[in-house]
């Protein structure tokens, strides 16, 4: 094991690699920008450095300063959390380059796996199901025309890099497409520095189910079971639950062979995650692979008693992961994510950075509480809006349900607006209740808060 990790990275998943380091006994350096210098994780960690000014492109995006702090304070590795460099090929590169160990898979499987149109050619040559897509990107209007007549409409429009909804555009009438697909191009550049994008035959009111896997060099592969991340704002999640309503034992297990087959057609090694598309006739279809932990891991490790974390820093270290004996998994209750940001619902989820007057976690049985914040605590424009994540757990759905409504009363966040209100709309919505939702639940069920 490593005895000493730089985590390239802040807020609540830098608190969150912090803990299970001290856990393992492994030393951690914290970098921060002038912005965050005074906060928990900064202070949690046994060094820290300034790695710039508050802005990400002018610190946590700023490859040489990291790992500048990672070889002075003496770190082994890197941790880049999620967001920011986690799924950067050219950063895990430079990280090998510098006798550092990156924390995640390989930066050949990064690039091969964040590009979504190869990611597609290769899940396809390995038997995983995709959606009809166009092969590779589409360089002109007139091609892009081409295939939507060709598979018919809706069609989506997806930039080839990057993710979180950008460079996505739904495309119903013919008449819109070109104006779409110029739109897409556009955004994808000035997000990723990449503008291709690529077509999909749009399936309608799917679910977005993901599989949460994990592999070693010991030739262990492992899926952690399903994640339900179907309740989502313009392609960002709101609320993960694990394992999905409706899944059948059958499905699960299908689901899970697919995902192995991905991991072991890629070579992967460590965390990651197979996003696929249910429609509603219970088929699926590979959407994407996140080449990182996620946000709403938790979940998974709530229903699989594994801890990701860990996982990743013995992958890494060259150990064998400690879950595999018990392989394959089942879910064990239900767990169910909230993801509380700093965002007012009632006016469009329109960010509401500020200071946290008082800042109070629920508590008690089945809660869990992922947070970086405290009374008094600042949340800064310059970042995510994520304040914390409420994660619950019971023996079945009804009672992971019945915790959650106790624990998002209890949770009290003044100062600033919050979307706890909108999760107990959620939470009384029948629809949610029996589990029948799609990724337009929020536009089908809540449109007012849109």
């Known amino acids: ?32 920008s002038t912005e965050d210098a005074d906060t928990y994780p900064v202070k949690y960690a046994d060094e820290a450095v300034c790695i710039g000014p508050a802005p990400a492109n002018q610190s946590y995006l700023i490859m040489s300063n990291i790992i500048a702090a990672a070889k002075t304070t003496g770190a082994e590795a890197i941790h880049p959390g999620y967001g920011f460099l986690a799924e950067n090929a050219d950063f895990a590169r ?33 038997g995983v199901p995709t959606v009809p897509g166009s ?12 295939f939507a007549e060709r598979v018919g409409y809706p069609v989506l429009i997806k930039a080839t890099a990057g993710g979180g909804g950008k460079g996505m555009r739904e495309v119903h009438d013919p008449a ?31 679910r977005h189910v993901e599989v949460q896997i994990l592999a070693d060099d010991f030739g262990n592969n492992v899926a952690l079971c ?13 609320i993960e639950e ?9 499905l699960r297990r299908a689901m899970g062979v697919a995902a192995i087959k991905a991991v072991r057609a890629t070579n992967y090694r460590n965390a990651g995650t197979i996003e696929f598309l249910l429609d509603e006739r219970g088929h699926f279809y590979f959407m994407e692979m996140n080449t990182r932990v996620q946000v709403e891991h938790p979940v998974s490790e709530e229903i699989t008693g594994t801890d990701i974390i860990k996982e990743q820093l013995r992958i890494a270290a060259g150990e064998p992961m400690s879950c595999a004996s018990r392989a394959p998994f089942t879910p064990n209750g ?17 960010p509401c950075p500020g200071t946290i007057t008082k800042f109070e976690a629920p508590a008690g049985p089945g809660i869990r509480v992922e947070s970086y914040v405290r009374s008094g605590s600042r949340i800064s424009p ?25 624990a998002l009363d209890e949770f009290v966040i003044e100062g600033i607006a919050t979307t706890i209100p909108f999760h107990k709309r959620v939470l009384e919505n029948e629809a949610f209740i029996v589990g029948d939702v799609a990724t337009d639940f929020i536009a089908s069920q809540m449109g007012d808060v849109l």
Do not use: W
Request: include cysteine.
């Open 242 to 250: 694990a394992p999905s309503p409706a899944l059948t034992n059958d």
């Open 1 to 32: 094991m490593f005895k000493k990790i730089l985590i390239a990275n802040r807020g609540e998943v830098a608190l969150r690699v912090m803990r299970a380091c001290k856990e393992l006994g492994v030393k951690t350096v914290a970098v921060y």
């Open 94 to 126: 430079l990280c090998r380059e510098q006798d550092l160990v990156f924390i995640g898979p390989s930066p050949e499987c990064i690039e091969r796996m964040g590009d979504k149109s190869s990611a597609r050619e290769t899940m396809k040559a390995c």
């Open 334 to 350: 239900h767990a169910i994510e909230f993801r509380i940001n700093a965002e007012d619902p009632a006016h469009g989820f329109r």
């Open 382 to 406: 310059y970042y995510d809006s994520l304040v914390a994540k409420l994660i619950v757990h019971g023996q079945d759905r009804e009672e992971a349900l019945a915790r959650a409504r106790r």
């Open 135 to 146: 092969d590779g990107c589409l360089d002109t209007v007139d091609e892009a025309r081409a």
């Open 226 to 238: 399903e994640r339900d991340c179907s309740i989502q704002r313009r392609h960002q999640k709101l």
């Open 176 to 206: 819109d497409l070109e104006s779409q697909y110029q739109a897409a191009r556009t955004e994808a550049g000035a997000a990723f520095g990449n503008d291709g994008v690529y077509l999909e035959k749009l399936v309608m009111r799917p």
